[in-house]
């Protein structure tokens, strides 16, 4: 099943619903006019873009309606798909780390789906031809060791924990040295979720992260954010709270099977210059997508039309 | 940012609006815009707020302008205590069977949302009252989730019953409730897997459990940096399976936590807990207040306005045991009364409190009837209200006309007011014997420590 597919299976609910919704938006209005932009205003509230973003997109598109004379609701659907999907493309090398030597740090709030995602991800590079390490350095939750060592096993990749309890500094230092022994291509460190206003935790992801960074100096290095689709306007102080200790170089946004939007995720492209990496479209090793904002859009805003 | 400064804003907006009596359209407007921006920024459901702000608008139109309030302020006041009474006024408890009874609690909610951890931690809770828990893994799915729970139980000394993963959820929660009743377990707590509102075999799983045992409180989920889709989420789990309560998990984080206020307005359920952190010791009970003032996010406005409150309380409190020490009550403190009672919830609700006190007949002053009354009072002239010897039948005609009332109403009203004249001296007699010398501080009116 080809990504698209695999969206628009996940998406169903999604799409019939935010379509619907402009479908009877661009369908009633036969003019751009207030009207028209008040109810555009409520769709993308509802799909958790946010007030500020949400007022951003609007002024710009009655910019433009107003400088390219646009009549048709339909021709602003489509410039405001145009818009927002190119601020919310990933750069163009944001896969290359597959192909390298690299380390992955995973790092999240509570329950987004950093674990799971980790083992779509191991399952992914192990398909590709990859030696994976898997590092469980969420140490304290209980059972998430457990857990990952279910998805080391299911992906065929190498596992490193210790002790439920233990510092997972000590468990980051021993993947490192398995990492190098074994000339492994690609170590993935599972991390505890930590709400971001947490200082402690935060300062203990900054020293792990510090680690990584002093201790593979040659091995390209990626910080995954997990953020759930289903999060509201919070996950903007996730996304500026982790980058002052980590510097995420992508997000990956979760449990975009479910009735959520995400549209949060295009707040955030405005105020941070992190892209969106892959989606996650279910709990099976294959739910795991890359991230097209021309198709993500597409399945958001348009109806079904094949 | 764009509501950074809200506060400011706000108080910018109404700056010149002081010395107004009451409310008109045009202060509430300008109010409820802000302040719809603010639930939405906090996650309120976009409808919710549409409703919500619809409702308030309509109460507080006309209402007057609470003393050394700005009309803004006063708007913020009406919007927090309607906040408040949409999430449920009080803190809600869940109602036990007997000891000898087994009470079962489902979990139900997305992934992610923290069922396992807050199945522990109720376990925790009600170990700690005495009960007997049983905790009961039927989580097949996630890898390690049996783990997880076992883990957390046995830290607790809570035991956990589980079968592993080669085995329906449904049967395990046959088997654990049988153990339940066979091993005299009072509480039999079941932690299910996450699972989405859209999967119908997943819902169907939850309602086969709910048929195969006897399932007192399912009890939803919810992650309080849940955004719009909360609403939805809320919907399905009830209207599928059933929810007969609420659980807001990860209000330690920094989130408003909007997404409380939606399930409540969707459910109609009561939030019963909050989860405040990993520890297993972290849920608390869900105060309804705490959460308007969060969700509202004006805290400096809100407090603001609660010094103020308790100024004029105190105020009007000095005068009104002024009058009576001089055994003057007038038809002013007779309403200076009457505000402070609706907040307490009612006369009756006071007199219980109050020793000896059987003179006065609580039910014939209902909440509803404290309206008219204020009313009738505010129709009278100054004289009047300052002196009570002055009421004749024109007066009384007058007042009826002008309240929009019937010279019965306003006869009601007048021996009310002497009942409670009466009521009053009787109590003075008491203060002056030094028993009832909190009965008109803060503590008594401003409602905190005792109710
Ligand atoms: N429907 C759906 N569920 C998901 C997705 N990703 C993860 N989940 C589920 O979400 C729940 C939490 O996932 P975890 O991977 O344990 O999340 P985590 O971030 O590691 O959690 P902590 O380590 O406890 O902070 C699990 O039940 C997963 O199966 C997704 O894309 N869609
Ligand atoms: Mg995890």
């Excluded at chain 1, 439920?164 to 980051?172: F, I, M």
């Excluded at chain 2, 079962?104 to 992934?111: D, K």
């Excluded at chain 2, 002497?418 to 008109?440: C, I, P, V």
Aim: charge should be negative.
């Amino acid at each position: 099943m080809g990504f698209f597919d695999k969206l628009k299976e996940g998406l169903t609910k999604t799409r019939t619903n935010i379509t619907n919704g402009l479908d009877t938006l661009f369908g009633d209005y036969s003019q751009v006019d207030d009207d028209f932009f008040e109810n555009l205003e409520e769709i993308l509230i509802m799909a958790d873009v946010g007030m500020k973003a949400t007022d951003a997109i609007i002024s710009k598109m009655k910019e433009r309606v107003r400088e390219e004379h646009i009549k048709e609701p339909d021709k602003v659907k489509e410039a405001l798909i145009e818009t927002i999907s190119e601020q919310i493309k990933p750069c163009d090398d944001a896969y290359d780390f597959a192909d390298q030597k690299a380390v992955v740090l995973v790092v999240g709030v509570n329950g987004v789906g950093k674990t799971t995602s980790i083992g779509k991800l191991a399952m992914g590079l192990k398909e590709h031809g990859k030696r994976v390490v898997l590092a469980a350095a969420d140490t304290f939750r209980a059972g998430a060791i457990e857990q990952l060592k279910v998805w080391a096993d299911r992906s065929g990749s190498d596992f490193v924990a210790q002790e439920e309890g233990s510092d997972p500094a000590a468990v980051v230092y021993e993947a490192i040295d398995i990492y190098n022994s074994r000339n492994a291509d690609i170590l993935i460190c599972d991390t505890a979720g930590r709400l971001h206003n947490k200082k402690n935790l935060m300062e203990e992801l900054s020293k792990i992260n510090r680690i990584l960074e002093r201790k593979l100096p040659d091995v390209r290095k990626e910080v995954f954010l997990v953020l759930d689709a289903t999060t509201g306007q919070n996950a903007i102080s996730q996304v500026r709270e982790f980058v002052s200790v980590c510097r995420p170089t992508g997000i990956i946004l979760t449990k975009m099977d479910g009735s959520a939007k995400g549209g949060i995720v295009i707040a955030i492209s405005s105020e941070f210059d992190i892209p969106v990496k892959y989606i996650g479209v279910g709990e099976h090793p294959e739910d795991l997508q890359k991230f097209d904002p021309k198709e993500f859009m597409r399945a958001i805003f348009y109806a079904d039309k094949d | 940012m764009a509501f950074e400064s809200l506060t400011e804003r706000f108080q910018n907006i109404f700056n010149n609006l002081r010395g107004k009596a009451k409310l008109d359209a045009e202060d509430v407007h300008t109010a409820m815009k802000e302040v719809k921006l603010a639930l939405l920024e906090a996650d309120v459901n976009f409808k919710v707020v549409k409703d919500f702000v619809k409702e308030t608008k309509a109460k507080a139109i006309g209402a007057e302008v609470f003393e050394s309030l700005s009309p803004g302020q006063t708007v913020i006041r009406i919007v927090r205590d309607e906040l408040i009474h949409l999430m449920g006024d009080t803190a809600a408890e869940l109602e036990l069977k007997p000891q000898n009874q087994v009470t079962v609690i489902m979990m139900a909610g997305l992934q992610g949302a923290g069922k396992t951890t807050t199945a522990a931690k109720l376990g925790g809770i009600y170990k700690s009252k005495g009960r007997r828990v049983l905790l009961a893994a039927c989580d097949v799915y996630r890898p390690a989730a049996i783990d997880q729970l076992k883990t957390n139980g046995e830290k607790l000394g809570v035991e956990v019953f589980s079968m592993g993963t080669g085995i329906s959820p449904v049967e395990i929660a046959k088997s654990a409730y049988d153990k339940a009743v066979s091993d005299k377990y009072s509480i039999l707590i079941i932690d299910t897997a996450g699972r989405l509102h859209i999967d119908e075999n997943m819902m169907q799983e939850l309602k086969d459990i709910k048929a195969a045992v006897n399932v007192d409180y399912t009890l939803l989920t919810v992650d309080a940096m849940t955004g719009q889709d909360a609403v939805t989420v809320a919907e399905e789990f009830s209207e599928k399976v059933g929810v007969d309560g609420l659980i807001v998990t990860k209000l330690d984080g920094d989130t408003k936590g909007g997404a409380a206020l939606s399930i409540r307005a969707v459910t109609g359920k009561p939030i019963y807990f909050a989860g405040m952190g990993e520890k297993l010791t972290d849920l608390q009970v869900f105060y309804p207040d705490r959460m308007a003032s969060r969700i509202i996010g004006m805290g400096d406005i809100l407090s603001l306005i609660e010094k103020a409150e308790e100024t004029v309380d105190l105020e009007k409190q000095k005068k009104v045991t002024e009058h009576l020490r001089k055994s003057q009550f007038t038809y002013d403190d007779f309403l200076t009364q009457m505000e402070q009672m609706k907040k307490m919830g009612g006369i009756s609700g006071i007199l219980s409190m109050l020793p000896g006190m059987k003179g006065f007949d609580a039910d014939q002053i209902d909440q509803s009837q404290f309206t008219r009354i204020e009313s009738m009072i505010l129709s009278m002239t100054r004289e009047e209200r300052a002196n009570p010897k002055l009421m004749s039948p024109s007066r009384k005609r007058r007042i009826a006309a002008g309240s929009g009332t019937d010279i019965a109403d306003v006869n009601r009203m007048v021996k009310q007011f002497e009942q409670m004249q009466k009521f009053m001296k009787q109590m003075n007699g008491m203060k002056k014997h030094g028993n009832l010398n909190s009965l008109f501080g803060r503590n008594l009116f401003r409602g905190k420590g005792l109710f």
